[in-house]
């Protein structure tokens, strides 16, 4: 069952201690729309709708990815789409929205997810993969 937007936006802005709904806000929506040109098939589908419909719909209208970026280079593109931040305040922008994701998916779908992603990004989940 996807999460009401009230309870994905409180997590999310919990997580990345955001003084307003509004920061969590364009943080959830940045970090979804890039998600969104990494993952295909069925895993884009099954997790869009375990998200609220308004971030639903940025995943699976996604901004275009020429090739899927490493998790540096995706943290970077982050930085870019979000007015005033900087690497460190994009990464942790990625882990307030990704590791939210992640619970609303579950741990099979993460997995799942995580298989179509470059080598890393379960770092940016919050689940470190055992080498």
Same mark, same amino acid.
């Given at each position: 069952?996807?999460?009401?937007?009230?309870?994905?936006?409180?997590?999310?802005?919990?997580?990345g201690e955001y003084d307003t709904p509004e920061e969590a806000d364009r943080a959830?929506?940045?970090?979804?729309?890039?998600?969104? #040109?990494?993952? +295909? $098939?069925?895993?884009?589908?099954?997790?869009?709708?375990?998200?609220?419909?308004?971030?639903?719909?940025? =995943? !699976?209208?996604?901004?275009?990815?020429?090739?899927?970026?490493?998790?540096?280079?995706f943290v970077r593109a982050t930085a870019a789409w979000i007015e005033g931040a900087?690497?460190?305040?994009? #990464?942790?922008? +990625? $882990?307030a929205v990704l590791s939210v994701a992640a619970d609303a998916a579950g741990q099979?779908?993460?997995?799942? =997810? !995580?298989?179509?992603?470059?080598?890393?990004?379960?770092?940016?989940?919050?689940?470190?993969?055992?080498?």
């Open positions: 069952m996807a999460l009401r937007w009230e309870a994905f936006l409180d997590q999310v802005q919990e997580r959830a929506r940045v970090v979804l729309a890039l998600l969104g #040109a990494h993952i +295909v $098939g069925t895993e884009r589908a099954e997790l869009a709708a375990r998200l609220p419909e308004t971030y639903a719909l940025i =995943l !699976l209208n996604p901004l275009q990815a020429v090739e899927p970026l490493a998790p540096e280079r900087s690497q460190a305040t994009a #990464a942790w922008d +990625v $882990g099979d779908l993460t997995r799942r =997810l !995580l298989l179509q992603l470059p080598p890393g990004y379960d770092l940016l989940f919050g689940r470190p993969q055992p080498v």
